[in-house]
């Protein structure tokens, strides 16, 4: 029993570090793709487009 | 077999666009973004007669469709791009029945493009009291389309939009406005040169001041044989265009609709005087600030007690019904507790969301808007950066978005830095937290000292935008400013469904993108506070026993013991009790209040020297001179991934270990510090919700600084200034107050 709840416990711990880490570390590039946006907001020096 | 098909749902600001589309799509509606772009993308579905199905998109407002903004470039790029999978079948423009002359200057020009379009005019419960009469059959023949008359505020006209939509077959796409009149040598060119192609939409292409298209753009520039006119010529052009526009609307109006100015006038603009008045104006503002705070303290703190002892409950249930073990901790001490963190600042965010929503429904807030103009513009910020900062007490992330209206970059830019001052949602939890904790609980004026220092919080964040607005401003030199224009919509009765809409969003938005990151943080923090690696931790149930057995309970343990057989006595000869069996009762009480302090003790020694124990020992030096312990300098440092983890971290840090059923407030007032007094004082308190009122502690802010202004310094300095200044902030507030 004192197994599986270690077991429990480190499955739910790495899930939370993995949260953690693509919400804070990984960059967005790496899940979303490299995709430039093609769209401006209108000013040359905005650096939206 | 149904059909489905593609309606966009436009019109100018405060048309009730957003009712319509509430009404038409019920709960069948996601809210998201357009690819690529921070613009909110609002779409649902809605069941049509005849077996259709349509794909409604509430598309951002916009005057007209020449373009200032992204979010109205947006609206032209999807009425231009016949291949966008999201491209109407039918436009569906929403127009105010008050403001109809300017409205249908955007229902001509969609007319224009050829694409099939129905006029609703909303508000139509108005037009008695405005004294406002229209004969629809006959502007249906001028604007040649179909009317529909709604009212959203008392539910009528819906299924009249309905039907016109689902018979949109038998529209006419003709234009309301021949474009060749504008200038019909140079739009015979045009045709010429790009026959195939619609006239109206080529205009459009060649006209807009923003490169939305560049590709559409560059391929009339490329034609040799066509030569577009200098930017002069093209803005004289479509002068002409405005000019030609409202005569055709004049002349349809003139005919259709009448107004009764005696029986219109009166309310609204008596109202307005003194809304936007230079000091009655400001002072109704603080007066309605001040019963907001007063009413989020009063009306949440019931809900608030119940959530959180129900949380302790279920804590304490799952403890003694699962088998022991650290699984059950991590769900009694880490998860239930994590979640509690979050679950209990529910009431207050809705009842706040719940004013700002009444306020914007109102039509207030366009007034306030109009009146803190007055006093910004001194400051050097545009009167649209008000936007941003007022959405900034909701959250930072859409208020950095929200800039995207303001046209000079500079401004723009100022506002992005400045925005995270004002309060946001994640603030409020660590707000409330304290000030229960530190601040008394008497009132003045019948004003609660409590409610007056969370109004005073949101005024120093407002305060330092705009004192840092000023310093950026004369450091970037800001040479141009760009035009002021709000509108002032008619005051209305909110509409209770888009309040309660509004706040349902926001509080799930708070619950579901900041609880999920608490969440994971209690629980890592749950298992950095539950093991260790050194010696003292691994034996810490020995050196507290022989400790103890040497030294006696330590003072805490002591006066908790004592506290507790006091009450007991009091609340036992209240009720009448003998001494005798108070007495009796006193000694088995003490064995079993020893047990506890003794276990309390050993949790408290292991957390001390967990991982989090050691890492916030090696953290204290810094916290120290603001009058942190080594456990708040914990929540602290986890609070720069986001603030709202702060109360959230405290819960877990103090739960770890405890067996009692107590809540997250009666934990943080009985710790004390090395001197034996409360650690959460007026001094500490103070400087705590200060740091927290200046520093930048949210990575997702920061990530849409740096989107938002394509580089890293300005997130960088962002960060850098305001944690710099906020230590220094909540160190000179500890050292005087202390």
Redesign the interface.
Known sequence: ??T???I??YL??G???A??VY??LLP?SLIHGS?K????????????? | MSKNINVALIGNPNTGKTSVFNQLTGLKQKVGNYPGITVEKKEGICKLPRGVKAHILDLPGTYSLNTTSLDESLVVELLLNKNDKDYPDVAVVISDVENLKRNLFLFTQIKDLKIPAILVINMADRMSRKGISMDIEAMEKKLDTKIALVSTRKRQGIERIKELIADYKNLSSAPNVDAKRISPEYFERLQKTFPNEDLYKLWLVITQDVNFMPIEKKRIEDVTSFTTKSKEELKKLQHKETVLRYQFINNTLKETYKVDFLAAKGFRASLDKILTHKIFGYLIFFVILLTIFQAIFDWSSYPMDFIDEQFALASEWIKNTLPPGVFTDLLAEGIIAGIGGIVIFIPQIAFLFLFISLLEESGYMSRVVFLMDRLMRPFGLSGKSIVPLISGTACAIPAVMATRTIENWKERLITILVTPFTTCSARLPVYLILIALVIPKGTILGLSYQALTLMLLYLIGFGMAIFSAMILNKILKIKSRSLFMVEMPTYRLPLLKNVAYTVLEKTKSFVFGAGKIILAISIVLWFLGSNGYSEDFKNAEQIVNDRIEQEGLSTYSKNYIQNNIDAYRENALAEGITPEVIQDSIQSMTHDLRERAEAQEIASYKLEHSYIGQAGKAFEPVVKPLGYDWKIGIAVLTSFAAREVFVGTLATIYSVGSDEEETIKTRMAAELDSSGRPLFNLASGISLMLFYAFAMQCMSTLAIVKRETNSWKWPLFQLGFMSVFAYLVALLAYQILI
């Open positions: 029993m004192e599986v709840q270690h429990l416990v739910i711990l899930m939370a570090v949260y953690l919400k804070f967005k995709k946006n093609s769209k401006g907001c209108g000013q040359d020096n905005c650096g939206c487009s």
